[in-house]
């Protein structure tokens, strides 16, 4: 995700928070409009687990937009290896994405998103 921060920074301002300050993250809501949380639901550095309750919260008061990255509890954390935020969460919504690896839980080629992305007639 560190390799993607430059490239995304071309589009969009970039900023990172300290492992779940929620406080620092609500301050930014707060001012702007539209804002993405991006983040591993289980860390490899920094902590253990995301806030997974209390950036839903952010998400119904301010439209925040999570993307959760579960490489590292997919087949190991939640039902059935759900893995932890769709395990906490239940469901993703149309304001959350999760994506996965296959390679570490299963030892496999490939990885999945959740939900699928819609696409429009120009492919976008
Ligand atoms: C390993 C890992 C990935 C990517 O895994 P691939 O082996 O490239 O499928 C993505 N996110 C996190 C947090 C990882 O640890």
């Known amino acids: 995700m560190l390799a993607l ?3 995304c920074a071309d589009e969009t301002q970039v900023m ?3 492992h779940n300050d ?3 993250l609500e301050e930014i809501c707060r ?3 539209a804002v993405a949380y991006i983040c591993d639901s289980v860390y490899s550095t920094g902590g253990t687990v995301a806030p997974i309750r209390e950036l839903t919260r952010l998400q ?3 439209g925040l937009f999570l993307y ?3 490489a590292h509890s997919t087949s190991v954390v939640g039902a059935n290896g759900r893995g932890h935020a769709l395990d906490v969460m239940g469901s993703t919504n149309e304001r959350t994405m ?3 690896s ?3 839980g299963f030892g496999a080629s490939g990885g999945a998103i959740e939900p699928l992305p819609v696409m429009d007639h120009d492919g976008v």
């Open 5 to 7: 921060k430059a490239a």
């Open 16 to 18: 990172t928070v300290p």
């Open 22 to 24: 929620m406080e620092a």
């Open 31 to 33: 001012e702007h409009e």
């Open 60 to 62: 119904a008061e301010y």
């Open 68 to 70: 959760f990255d579960e």
């Open 98 to 100: 999760i994506i996965t």
């Open 102 to 104: 296959l390679n570490k």
